[in-house]
């Protein structure tokens, strides 16, 4: 392809590597990649390399059963055989939900899984219930699943997600209660012996709420956290993906490690300062489904250091100063002085030059590019090259 001319600005592009397996060399096949770039004189200073989370986990085989989460509940959370298991807020998601759930109810096959769920939609905008159907609720209603099974169809998917994990629940052998209701407390009701909170970005909260009012009280980050097991993830059971029938990709081990390692590696043999980020699911709500796509606990699973400050995306408002300069009577050639003058001198967050009106983390916004490019379809490109955002070309 070559070296891209100046007047592209940022931009990404997917870069084809050969499939990953558990304990292959990552390190090297990335390194392989991006060597390519480099030969074909398209690799920079500034540059940004994103990797999917998911190659790195399994890249570490980094994988567990549902067997080993029925395990770890009854030998680390006091779960027994015929114990009441709470799960509340799941998400609903045969790829992210489904055999954690299948874990879960594994642990407790002559016992009781509750499920609450929240309505209309999960935390992260899939839809559960008919809108609708919620419309004509009350905000603090509660309603089983036998009284609104009918009203629970998604209209993309066309599959019944309630009715779903309810038949996920009894094929383990395990009483299965599925109701809705939006406030937390209510699954204390139902005096759960173990409380699961299963939503991400909101499960501290409600840890905090419900921890002195059941048993016992963790969340998804709580299970296959362990770093004594063979497999485990700082993150736990978030952001794990279903890798077969009976098997999870959790989370990847240390992604902060192997960022600095491949950024190393590149310095090294290219004499390239680039930066690395391991990219999950991007920060982005869908307009037709209402999805909001964040299933995984933040938009990057590791990175260098470059990002650990925070750092958010700075520029100006080239539309507004343009016009500005333009109702002054300035030239296209005296504008564009301007555009540059403004951008070297900077301004604050608060000021009305800075570029946008919504503040972003630069790492959440290259994590999020990195995911569209890619894309949940599996684009056979786990490698995004990211030009022209962290550094300007």
């Not at 799941?90 to 594994?106: D, V």
């Not at 699961?196 to 970005?201: A, K, V, W």
């Not at 489904?289 to 938009?299: M, N």
Request: charged fraction near 25%.
């Amino acid at each position: 392809m070559g070296k891209l001319p100046d007047y592209v600005g940022p931009c990404a592009f997917g870069i084809k590597m050969g499939v990953i397996t558990p304990n292959c060399d990552l390190l090297g096949m990335v390194s392989e990649a991006v060597q390519q770039c480099d030969r074909d004189n398209f690799l920079d200073d500034g540059d940004v390399i994103c990797i999917t989370e998911s190659v790195v986990a399994r890249a570490q085989n980094n994988f567990v059963s549902t067997g080993d989460i029925a395990a770890e509940l009854r030998e680390k959370h006091n779960v027994k055989a015929d114990s009441r298991l709470g799960i509340l807020f799941p998400i609903t998601s045969r790829n992210r939900f489904a055999l954690i759930l299948k874990g879960f109810a594994k642990a407790v096959p002559q016992g009781e899984v509750v499920v609450q769920f929240s309505f209309p939609c999960d935390e992260v905008g899939n839809m559960i219930v008919l809108p609708e159907f919620a419309d004509s609720c009350e905000a603090d209603e509660i309603f089983s699943y036998e009284k609104i099974k009918n009203k629970c169809l998604h209209p993309i998917t066309k599959i019944d997600y309630p009715g779903y994990y309810q038949e996920i629940i009894e094929a383990e052998g395990a009483r299965a209660k599925i109701y809705f209701s939006n406030n937390p407390e209510t699954i204390t009701s139902y005096k759960p012996d173990c409380l699961i909170i299963s939503n991400i970005h909101d499960r501290v909260k409600k840890h905090k709420m419900l921890q002195d009012k059941v048993p016992r009280c963790i969340t998804l980050q709580n299970i296959c956290s362990d770093p004594s097991r063979p497999s485990w993830s700082v993150w736990g059971l978030l952001g794990s993906n279903m890798s077969s029938d009976n098997l999870l990709n959790l989370a990847p081990r240390d992604g902060d490690a192997f960022a600095l390692a491949v950024q190393k590696t590149i310095k090294d043999k290219l004499d390239k300062e680039v930066e690395v980020i391991i990219y999950g699911d991007g920060a982005y709500k869908d307009p037709v489904s209402g999805i909001y796509e964040l299933a995984d606990p933040q938009p990057s699973l590791g990175s260098t250091m470059a990002f650990k400050d925070g750092r958010m995306r700075e520029g100006v408002k080239y539309k507004m100063l343009a016009d500005t300069a333009f109702a002054e009577g300035k030239s296209p050639a005296e504008i564009e002085e301007i555009l540059a003058a403004s951008k070297k001198k900077g301004y604050g967050q608060h000021e009305i030059a800075s570029e946008g009106t919504t503040p972003r983390k630069l790492e959440d916004i290259i994590a999020s590019l990195a995911d569209l490019v890619s894309g949940s379809a599996d684009a056979g490109t786990p490698l995004i090259l990211v030009k022209g955002l962290f550094k300007e070309r």
